[in-house]
């Protein structure tokens, strides 16, 4: 019997999923600034979705002869990428419980509610070590619960700051930033690492494991493929603004649509997503008392370490020191298991971005090293990476952190500057 009601609960679940059933990702060869001007034009429609823009695009089947038209009559090559969406989502996730009663599973992705508890956890596990706190609440009144770790030095630290899942459909990026704030805590206290333990005393780290829960929430609930937030601003045509674009620092400019139904909406203005607002509000007020010298916004997939700026092709005055960081950084990702990220200005290595996270983290706050990390993997499963390959992109992704780290506390600081 009580088979049979997990059974129908799933079936409910299950059917209240969007499918997704014969959507294909098509791979466009981009060679040119025409070209990322052509492919922008298919930037307009929800159901037109880039997976990574210019280069991979998701459609459905009722559009794909359109598409194809388009791009062949524009000169672009292409290739079908993934041929069935909904068969790679189904692959993605194991059927297994995702609560473990012997704690918590690491190598499974998360709901919003799990990683809740979750927080909860480790400030139980640690209480000298971690404590919790809250930048607010999402649009539909979700908790933005932080984590807060560091060794009590009873001097003022200095501070970074990363968080997970400002993109809904990005779940290896929580479940990241769960494994290596797990593996910071857990490191130092078994004495395994006294980097990890010197990290902790030199830093106070703020941790968001999930910056955007209502569309997280929906990705697990709805539609595994959403990518913003759960707003609906008046007179807009569809929901949701992409938070990446909502930071009110050089909102509006290049590589943001002011089309509510494309992927990458500014939003009506700067800071109309109540979830950007709290995490901007939090960090200004934070830094009034501490130096942040860090800050990481993880995202996925296309293992780059992006730094600024993205609203410029121009280089900030600080490139050197960022230049070098993410060397270090990178490297120490590529010898955990050879992963390559590629790094430098997201405007020069991807595309431009107005109003992100690291422009706002550099530009506004003058926190000298601001990025973006997409982690793995390269395009094969895009969104839809596999669970076994979580312990892989954590653990490379922890090396960077822990490598990079003390390289930034070996290096003097520069005197602000105001840019
Ligand atoms: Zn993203």
Known sequence: MQRLVVFSLCLVACMAMESFDGYKVLR??????????????????????????????????????????????????????IEDVQAKIDAAVSEE?????????????????????????????????????????????????????????????????????IHAREWVSPATVMWMTNALLSNHTTGTDEDVTFLLESFDMYILPVMNPDGYEYSWTTNRMWRKTRTHHPGDLCYGTDPNRNFDYMWG???????????????????????????????????????????????????????????????PPDYDLMEEHMKIHTEAIHDAFGANYTYGPGSRILYPVSGGSRDW???????????????????????????????????????????????????????????
Not at 361 to 386: C, K, N, V
């Open 361 to 419: 983290g550099y530009g506004d706050r003058g926190i000298p090293y601001s990025y973006t990390i997409e982690l793995r993997d390269t395009g094969e499963h895009g969104f839809l990476l596999p669970e076994d390959q979580i312990y892989e992109t954590a653990f490379e992704n922890y090396r960077g952190l822990i490598a990079g780290l003390l390289h930034i506390e070996a290096t003097p600081v520069r005197a602000q500057r105001h840019v």
């Open 253 to 315: 400019g290049l590589g943001a649509s002011n089309v509510s139904c494309a992927s990458t909406y500014r939003g009506p203005h700067a800071l109309s997503e109540v979830e950007v607002k709290n995490v901007v509000e939090f960090i200004r007020q934070q830094s009034q008392s501490q130096t942040f010298r860090l800050f990481i916004d993880y995202h996925s997939y296309s293992q780059m370490m992006l730094s600024t700026w993205g609203h410029t092709y121009d280089l």
């Open 97 to 165: 419980p995702h609560i473990d009663v012997d704690g918590f599973d690491y190598y499974v992705y998360h709901n919003y509610s799990e990683i809740m508890v979750w927080v909860d956890s480790i400030v139980e596990a640690y209480p000298t070590l971690a404590s919790t706190f809250s930048v607010g609440l999402s649009h539909e009144g979700r908790d933005l619960k932080c984590l807060k770790i560091g060794i009590d030095t009873g001097k003022t630290k200095r501070a970074i700051w990363f968080n997970g899942a």
């Open 28 to 81: 466009m060869e981009v060679t040119s600034e025409e070209h990322i001007e052509i492919i922008s034009e298919l930037d307009f429609d929800h159901e037109l979705d880039f997976w990574d823009f210019p280069r991979d695009l998701m459609v459905p089947p009722h559009l794909l002869e359109f598409v194809q038209f388009y791009l062949k009559s524009n000169e672009i090559n292409h290739v079908v990428w």
